[in-house]
């Protein structure tokens, strides 16, 4: 199983910053009326949370590319690098796609 963490930790990077970019929320809160709603929809009274589908849209595609490379890492020598570097380019990624909130 500590094999395929840096796999699932790098996934999870990945597929998180695609969610955000493209909306792939796998549900909607809207706080303000306190509803779920399933994928992501459209602010109804107030803005809606779409923090809590990217996180289990992550959560579920990370899974998915472990399970699938399970098989492979067992066999292989463990990439740990993998873990952290791609979360840290991830970081870099985000800081570039909301570099307007951070340069007025």
């Known amino acids: 199983m500590g094999k395929v963490f840096p796999i ?3 996934a ?3 597929i998180y910053v695609l969610a955000v970019q493209y ?3 796998l549900f ?3 706080p303000k009326i306190g509803e779920w709603e399933w994928l992501a ?3 109804r009274n107030g803005p809606p949370m779409y923090w809590y589908g990217w996180l289990v849209t992550s959560a579920l595609g ?3 590319v472990s399970l699938l490379s399970w098989p492979l890492a067992r066999r292989g020598s ?3 690098w993998l ?3 791609v979360p840290i380019v991830v970081v870099v990624v985000f800081v570039y796609l909301f570099r307007s909130f951070f340069i007025r």
């Open 8 to 10: 699932f930790a790098a």
């Open 12 to 14: 999870f990077a990945v």
């Open 23 to 25: 909306n792939w929320a």
């Open 28 to 30: 909607t809160y809207h």
């Open 41 to 43: 929809q459209p602010a």
């Open 62 to 64: 990370a899974t998915a």
């Open 78 to 80: 463990t990439q740990y």
């Open 83 to 85: 873990g952290w570097v």
